[in-house]
Each structure stands twice: as C-alpha cells, then as structure tokens.
C-alpha cells in the first residue's frame, strides 16, 4: 500500500502559479497510476488530473485542460501538480491519489489517499 503526503498548499493571487507535490512511501509508487482530485466548499470531490506510472499518458478534467500539467519522478516518489493562471474558483483541499491500474476521474477507483493540503486563490 502506498501512503501519500501532499505539500504545497498555501494562497495566492488570481493569475498567479503553484507548484503541489505529492510524496510517496512504499515499494511499489513506480508501478502505480497517481492522480489529483480536488473539493471546493460545498461542492463534490472533482478529478483534476492523472498520470500513468510510466507518465507518458496523462488525463486532465476540463476546467484545467492546460493550465494543470501534472509529472512525476519515480525516482523521487512524487506527483507534481504545476498550477497556472490561476482562478478563484480554483480554491480547494488538493488531495492525491494512487491505484495500481485504472487511469480515469471516478474516485472510487483510487485506493490511497493523502490527507489533502489547502490552496486559496483570492481575486
């Protein structure tokens, strides 16, 4: 089982970037498929990206179709969410996530989870 650990979270300003990160325990974080997920207050959970264990394929939700890239560095045992031109509707507990062989937005799928780390974007 791998036990995830998120940092990065904090505020900022609309427009602005941040980078998350998300370090990993556990032997077998190389083969795992990570993924972001995201809840705003009063809102569900909301995938926001996801990446394969060799990251060459990754998946992201509309709402952040190219201002999200995620990566990875397995031989850092971490999952990076690069956050750019930031939006107020953006402000959320960022949690990551990981399963050994599903790629896709349903959360139900994914067996490990951080503990999530707050970001707000004020206008």
């Known amino acids: 089982q791998v036990q995830l650990v998120e940092s990065g979270g904090g505020s900022v300003q609309a427009g602005g970037s941040l980078r998350l990160s998300c370090g990993a325990s556990g032997r077998t974080f190389s083969t795992t498929v990570m993924a972001w997920f995201r809840r705003s207050p009063g809102k569900e959970s909301e995938f926001v990206a996801a990446?394969?264990?060799?990251?060459?394929?990754?998946y992201y939700a509309d709402s952040v179709k190219g201002r999200f890239p995620i990566s990875r560095d397995n031989a850092e045992n971490t999952v990076y969410l690069i956050m750019n031109s930031l939006k107020p509707d953006d402000t959320a507990v960022y949690s990551c996530?990981?399963?050994?062989?599903?790629?896709?937005?349903?959360?139900?799928?994914?067996?490990?989870w951080g503990r999530g780390t707050q970001f707000t974007v004020s206008s």
């Open positions: 996530a990981a399963n050994q062989y599903y790629l896709g937005t349903a959360h139900t799928r994914y067996t490990a």
């Open positions: 990446i394969s264990w060799t990251g060459r394929t990754t």
